[in-house]
């Protein structure tokens, strides 16, 4: 049986519990099944299908998982799961423990093919490498516990570096020994297959910690099509993982690490026809382009042919700069007609189409979808979109030609739909500047195409109780960002709204305590919910393939345009929205006709404040239970304004509290074909 521990005072509750026995503290609402058996025996039971409440693939601080992790924290969430910091009560020590999501529990076939390549991660003993513990089916929840590393990423330690600083090529370099050292044994067992910033580990001491190894291959085999899917990390990807991505070798890898080492030496990841990495970057030694060249070459042949290679043309520059000897720097104009000839037509597509691949819907199209619907497929072959065969990729003229497709069909929904009527009329006049910029041969600025197919495909996305918010910048913080369009809620999430969300069949999620506000029966079904933490929010949202709003989309939404105090301008006015109510209850949504925003959403000032995804404090990005942004008014607020804003801890259940949800706009070319079809 699942077993609770409370968060105040550790007394461990059994299942079912919402109160502690011992403090009477609120209970965790998630409840996960323990492990039914050992490893070994969990390894071999059948397949169930029935998977745990585990489906907002969401833990609790003081939650004992498998009967024996207790959970302290979550520390990261990907597309196939979430990992946690956990206490190992049988090794006594704090480990890390990856949770899949459930739908890689569906499939016996899946199982066991994870299961077989956590094997073999579980066998790789490098100091370079993450160590396994432990891998093994909770319920029917799989789970990998692995090395705690305290440090951060490579990711993590760019991100924290001030605009145009890098990191000294000294450190890259004893970085990249390491890790050619961690693949150069891995390659003996196994591929990588999503070497990325983030996935290398620094200790405080800088040692290099390679992670993750096993995972994608278990993507690449799974029939998953789903677009939560993701296999590897497109900037970083070979051409031959996108075209099929179980048969790659070694050499794959290699490209990543050419990928990375540009990015990690330059800031910026090489596209289109990038410049040396010495061209950029003065002081860096025109050997190492060289050396990022030949490993990111298309043809695998034309590469370090293994990781001891690309380690050893490496290490002179290691040990020049360990010696404090100078690096001769020059900067000959071949090398730049070199680069330039390497950089073929054909390539120049491949860089551009993994440019979009990260940028767009979100930052990343999933790959699995993209490979079988542009590479695998048909490619809408019709009027004048060229087919795509399996061994092309398609280029940014391919992107432009369907949303040419695209506009043509909207053009004939706008005709009887007014939402699309308004959709289009946001993305015609980028639509005519791209096609201006195309038939001329100039570059098509990359936000400018985004901009445009975000406009055209909202109108074939489902929407209902939604507003389309266009994209704008928006000051918070006295920093200023540029919000993509999106889709967000007219009104608060209701209670009937929520009700409905706890009691399906596939969910049976806890209701919330109720407060008792002093309402008409007959409209307590559209109060906003309250008493809802962040996760259950989440859930909401998660449920329903939307997100909760960041700050930025938050204020978007409720100020337009302009920075507005209200939503009918600067100038405050009496009983025109959900504040200082004098019987302390909020009310039924759009009770306040004035509170509404130029942008069409209800309740943004009163009636009751807002979870966002935004944490508190941006040191615990990485941390769910850290406390999040709480935007707007409520009922018992005094006169206040659209930026008010707060912090609630992520546990935190308030009357005062509800939230509405945002949902972005998918703009990939899988996505694009489907809207045509």
Not at 129 to 149: F, Q
Not at 213 to 239: C, E, N, Q
Not at 561 to 589: C, F, H, Q
Request: charged share 20%; net charge neutral.
């Amino acid at each position: 049986m699942a077993q609770v521990r409370c968060s105040k005072c550790n007394h461990i509750n059994p299942d079912g519990a919402t109160q502690c026995q011992k403090c009477h503290a609120p209970l965790p609402a998630i409840k996960i099944s323990p492990m039914t058996a050992e490893t070994k025996k969990a390894e071999r039971i059948p397949y169930e299908k029935n998977t745990p409440n585990f489906q907002q693939g969401t833990l609790h601080r003081g939650e004992i998982f498998g009967s024996r992790y207790t959970v302290v924290k979550l520390i990261g969430r990907g597309g196939m799961g979430s990992i946690y910091k956990v206490f190992d009560n049988t090794l006594k020590e704090e480990v890390a423990l990856k949770l899949l999501l459930p739908q890689f529990a569906k499939d016996p076939m899946i199982v066991d093919r994870f299961l077989n390549e956590a094997r073999i991660a579980r066998k790789l003993s490098h100091p370079n490498i993450v160590r396994v513990h432990d891998i093994g089916i909770a319920g029917n929840i799989l789970y990998i516990s692995m090395e705690y590393i305290e440090g951060k990423s490579l990711r993590g330690i760019l991100e924290s570096m001030l605009p145009g600083q890098r990191l000294p090529l000294k450190q890259i370099l004893i970085y990249f020994d390491q890790l050619c050292s961690a693949l150069e044994y891995a390659h003996q067992f196994t591929v990588h297959r999503d070497i990325k910033p983030e996935n290398v580990m620094v200790t405080p001491q800088n040692t290099v910690k390679l992670m993750d190894f096993g995972i994608s291959k278990l993507m690449a085999d799974t029939r998953l099509t789903g677009v939560s899917v993701v296999m590897g990390t497109p900037f970083y990807m070979s051409p031959e993982q996108v075209r099929n991505s179980r048969d790659v070798d070694a050499r794959s890898d290699i490209y990543s690490c050419g990928i990375m080492l540009y990015e990690i030496l330059t800031g910026q990841v090489p596209t289109g026809i990038p410049k040396p990495a010495s061209e950029l970057v003065k002081e860096l030694p025109p050997e190492l382009d060289k050396i990022v060249e030949k490993c990111i070459q298309p043809d695998p042949q034309n590469r370090f042919q293994s990781a001891g290679e690309l380690r050893k043309a490496l290490e002179p520059l290691k040990n020049l700069v360990l010696a404090g000897d100078e690096i001769s720097i020059s900067h000959p104009t071949k090398r730049i007609k070199k680069w330039k000839t390497f950089l073929t037509p054909k390539v120049i597509g491949w860089s551009l189409v993994t440019l979009i691949l990260l940028l767009c819907s979100a930052g990343l199209f999933f790959a699995e979808r993209y490979r079988e619907q542009l590479l695998a497929q048909e490619a809408l072959s019709e009027g004048n979109l060229v087919v795509l065969n399996s061994n092309q990729v398609p280029t940014v003229s391919t992107y432009i030609k369907l949303l040419l497709r695209l506009a043509e069909k909207a053009k004939d929904r706008a005709a009887i739909d007014n939402d699309a009527r308004q959709y289009l009329s946001f993305g015609e006049p980028l639509l005519q500047q791209i096609q201006t910029k195309f038939n001329a041969g100039e570059t098509v600025p990359l936000d400018l195409l985004f901009s445009c197919a975000r406009y055209l495909s909202a109108i074939f996305c489902e929407h209902e109780g939604m507003v389309l918010i266009p994209e704008g910048n928006v000051t918070w913080n006295n920093q200023q960002y540029t919000v993509p369009a999106f889709f967000i809620d007219i009104n608060e999430v209701t209670q009937e709204q929520y009700k409905t969300f706890c009691t399906s069949g596939s969910v049976n999620w806890e209701l919330p305590p109720s407060p008792e506000f002093n309402v008409n029966t007959d409209k307590q079904d559209l109060l906003p919910i309250t008493m809802v933490n962040y996760f259950d929010a989440l859930a909401y949202a998660s449920y329903y393939k939307k997100s909760l709003p960041t700050v930025w989309q938050w204020l978007r939404a409720a100020q337009g345009e302009r920075k507005i105090m209200y939503p009918w301008g600067d100038i405050w006015k009496d009983n025109s929205a959900n504040v200082g109510n004098v019987n302390n209850t909020p009310l039924p949504i759009k009770s306040y006709p004035d509170d509404q925003s130029p942008m069409g959403c209800f309740d943004m000032l009163g009636n009751v404040s807002e979870w966002t995804s935004t944490p508190a404090n941006p040191d615990c990005s990485q941390d769910d239970f850290c406390p999040r942004v709480i935007m707007g008014g409520d009922f018992a607020s005094p006169q206040t304004s659209l930026a008010q804003s707060r912090s609630a801890d992520s546990e935190m259940r308030s009357p005062f509290i509800g939230f509405r949800c945002v949902k972005e706009i998918p703009i990939s070319p899988a996505h694009l074909i489907e809207y045509l079809k």
